[in-house]
């Protein structure tokens, strides 16, 4: 008879484990990185992965042969998270202002505590807790002390949320960028294609206002082939708003001195330069403290005078000539 009884019980243990996976008594088993565990007050456990958490209401498991089981949490005594689960659900299952935090005290000889903070007096002295223990800091012995949640996981959580970009462009000091231009126009039956280079520094007083100098390398094209003109010139520039993307403008003015210039079946007897005048309009993408990026259209004027003399006829032909070029740029400014 007791054999039958024993029989039975096993019988109905395993009709009650073929409902969901789970052991019959309320061992705790440590947490698994991906599995969960539902320790049901019936003294049952299950395991599996959670698919859907309501805090509060219910939780919906799903079992290692695909089953998904609804437990409502009234009868649910606790609940085993998985790093994965865990890190999913972390919004819902904790409120930031009831997260378990720990204090870390970096000092200036290296050493780094964790701990609580018992008392700051600041300017004097920490009383600073480490497990049973309590130690005394001076505050001159104080690198800076920060607080993190206890557990990793939600410090990866909150690492791994986007945190919103801050306003930290840099509206006073020393500023410098790099340039490169597209100069189009210029050619006798099709438009030709000239280049440019630029690099300038200067100062910004604020955000509306900077000075600065530089140095461009600029190639034009026209009918006789082409010149190129190295400027040194004196720039300003300013922001119009305090946003990550704002417009600004930029004026550049200064000399273009002869660098090279390009002729077919004509000798250069003279190549001079000029004055050079480029006001241009843009917008800054980024507010960064570093690197941002900038584009501006503007207008660009170079003087020149040439005289050169044919091979063949021995005519002679001086050209007074203001190169005006629309300048279509890409900034790094630093």
Same mark, same amino acid.
């Given at each position: 008879?007791?054999?039958?009884?024993?029989?039975?019980?096993?019988?109905?243990?395993?009709?009650?484990?073929?409902?969901?996976?789970?052991?019959?008594?309320?061992?705790?088993?440590?947490?698994?990185?991906?599995?969960?565990?539902?320790?049901?007050?019936?003294?049952? /456990?299950?395991?599996?992965?959670?698919?859907?958490?309501?805090?509060?209401?219910?939780?919906?498991? #799903?079992?290692?042969?695909?089953?998904?089981?609804?437990?409502?949490?009234?009868?649910?005594?606790?609940?085993?998270?998985?790093?994965?689960?865990?890190?999913?659900?972390?919004?819902?299952?904790?409120?930031?202002?009831? /997260?378990? =935090?720990?204090?870390?005290?970096?000092? #200036?000889?290296?050493?780094?505590?964790?701990?609580?903070?018992?008392?700051?007096?600041?300017?004097?002295?920490?009383?600073?807790? /480490?497990?049973?223990?309590?130690?005394?800091?001076?505050?001159?012995?104080?690198?800076?002390?920060?607080?993190?949640?206890?557990?990793?996981?939600? =410090?990866?959580?909150?690492?791994?949320?986007?945190?919103?970009?801050?306003?930290? *462009?840099?509206?006073?000091?020393?500023?410098?960028?790099?340039?490169?231009?597209?100069?189009?126009?210029?050619?006798?039956?099709?438009?030709?294609?000239?280049?440019?280079?630029?690099?300038?520094?200067?100062?910004?007083?604020?955000?509306?206002?900077?000075?600065?100098?530089?140095?461009?390398?600029?190639?034009?094209?026209?009918?006789?082939?082409?010149? =190129?003109?190295?400027?040194?010139?004196?720039?300003?520039?300013?922001?119009?708003?305090?946003?990550?993307?704002?417009?600004?403008?930029?004026?550049?003015?200064?000399?273009? *001195?002869?660098?090279?210039?390009?002729?077919?079946?004509?000798?250069?007897?003279?190549?001079?330069?000029?004055?050079?005048?480029?006001?241009?309009?843009?917008?800054?993408?980024?507010?960064?403290?570093?690197?941002?990026?900038?584009?501006?259209?503007?207008? #660009?004027?170079? #003087?020149?005078?040439?005289?050169?003399?044919? *091979?063949?006829?021995?005519?002679?032909?001086?050209?007074?000539?203001?190169?005006?070029?629309?300048? /279509?740029?890409?900034?790094?400014?630093?």
């Amino acid at each position: 008879m007791n054999k039958e009884v024993y029989i039975a019980k096993f019988l109905v243990f395993f009709f009650l484990l073929s409902l969901g996976p789970g052991l019959s008594a309320q061992k705790r088993i440590p947490p698994h990185l991906l599995r969960d565990t539902v320790y049901h007050k019936s003294e049952l /456990i299950y395991y599996g992965i959670v698919i859907r958490y309501k805090r509060n209401e219910n939780v919906v498991l #799903k079992g290692p042969r695909g089953q998904a089981v609804r437990f409502e949490l009234n009868h649910v005594d606790s609940i085993g998270w998985s790093e994965k689960s865990k890190s999913k659900f972390i919004d819902e299952l904790v409120k930031l202002d009831s /997260i378990e =935090t720990v204090d870390i005290v970096y000092l #200036k000889d290296g050493s780094i505590l964790r701990g609580q903070m018992q008392e700051y007096q600041r300017g004097n002295f920490l009383r600073f807790q /480490i497990g049973s223990s309590e130690i005394r800091i001076d505050d001159s012995d104080i690198l800076r002390i920060v607080q993190e949640p206890k557990d990793p996981v939600v =410090t990866l959580v909150m690492k791994r949320e986007r945190k919103p970009k801050v306003y930290a *462009f840099r509206e006073k000091g020393f500023y410098s960028a790099v340039v490169f231009a597209l100069l189009p126009g210029g050619g006798e039956y099709r438009s030709e294609m000239g280049l440019s280079l630029q690099a300038a520094v200067g100062h910004q007083f604020n955000r509306h206002i900077g000075l600065g100098v530089g140095v461009s390398l600029d190639g034009y094209a026209n009918t006789d082939g082409g010149d =190129t003109f190295v400027p040194l010139f004196v720039e300003g520039r300013g922001y119009l708003f305090k946003k990550k993307n704002t417009p600004y403008w930029n004026v550049g003015l200064g000399y273009g *001195f002869p660098f090279r210039t390009e002729s077919a079946n004509q000798d250069v007897r003279r190549f001079e330069g000029g004055y050079m005048f480029h006001p241009a309009i843009g917008y800054r993408l980024g507010a960064d403290k570093t690197i941002n990026l900038a584009f501006d259209l503007g207008y #660009k004027f170079q #003087k020149a005078i040439t005289e050169r003399e044919f *091979f063949f006829s021995g005519e002679i032909i001086t050209r007074d000539v203001l190169y005006r070029r629309l300048c /279509i740029r890409a900034s790094v400014i630093f």
